[in-house]
């Protein structure tokens, strides 16, 4: 067990729908990044924040958006889903802001678009 | 930008022996450098880790090798048992970056 929680594990929604995943940290880490996992692009960045604030930015669309709150947890919604937006979502946490220190991964939401 | 390779995307080993899994990579501005391990259905595992100024660097029967002249890494892992099966996959980023590069993953499976 990492100590990373994402909620929900699966989510099953149509096109065209947003959906909000959830992700809560290791207790002392900072920093927050989410990632996107399908069958065919491997794991891709999405995005980063640090304290709240956004630290950077990977292969996000402008259909997702993200926010770390001021407890921590992190948010990451994806809007106007398409059937190639179905993925494995995971979020990691790290304590410095830097890539260049160990990430710890969460169990992952799965989301299906139909 | 970066591309980060596995030499093979399939490893059959039998029990007991040990595992090598290989991976280059593109940027010699790269200096750090992270194995993972991702069981089925769950989040990537951290293995061990390795920066730039250090060839080699062991942990709990796992070993990774960096070759910076070659812009290559692997992960050997001694007394491969069943509880190994999994994807390994590679990562390398720079002190300063701001994106983490991973390779597409080596499918191990250990046969009993």
């Known amino acids: 067990d990492s100590g990373v929680t994402q909620t929900p594990k699966h989510l099953i929604t149509a096109t065209g729908q947003r959906v909000t995943l959830r992700c809560s940290p290791r207790s002392g880490d900072l920093s927050v990044y989410w990632y996107q996992q399908s069958l065919d692009q491997g794991l891709q960045f999405l995005i980063q924040?640090?304290?709240?604030?956004?630290?950077a930015k990977g292969n996000i669309l402008e259909r997702f958006s993200a926010q770390q709150f001021p407890d921590l947890h992190s948010e990451l919604n994806l809007s106007s889903l398409e059937l190639g937006d179905s993925a494995l979502y995971f979020c990691a946490s790290s304590v410095a802001s830097d890539f260049s220190y160990e990430q710890y991964f969460g169990p992952g939401t799965r989301l299906t678009v139909t | 930008g970066e591309s980060v390779g596995l030499h093979l995307p399939t490893l059959s080993v039998q029990e007991g022996d040990n595992s090598i899994i290989n991976c280059a990579y593109s940027n010699s501005a790269s200096d750090y450098f992270i194995w993972y391990k991702q069981e089925s259905g769950k989040g990537p595992q951290f293995i061990i880790d390795?920066?730039?100024?250090?060839d080699k660097r062991q942990g709990q029967r796992v070993t990774v090798l960096l070759n910076k002249t070659v812009k290559h890494l692997s992960l050997q892992i001694a007394a491969t048992q069943p509880g190994d099966s999994a994807v390994y996959f590679c990562a390398t980023t720079r002190t300063g970056g701001n994106q983490f590069y991973f390779g597409t993953g080596t499918s191990l499976t250990v046969i009993p």
């Open positions: 924040y640090y304290n709240g604030e956004e630290r």
């Open positions: 390795i920066r730039s100024n250090m």
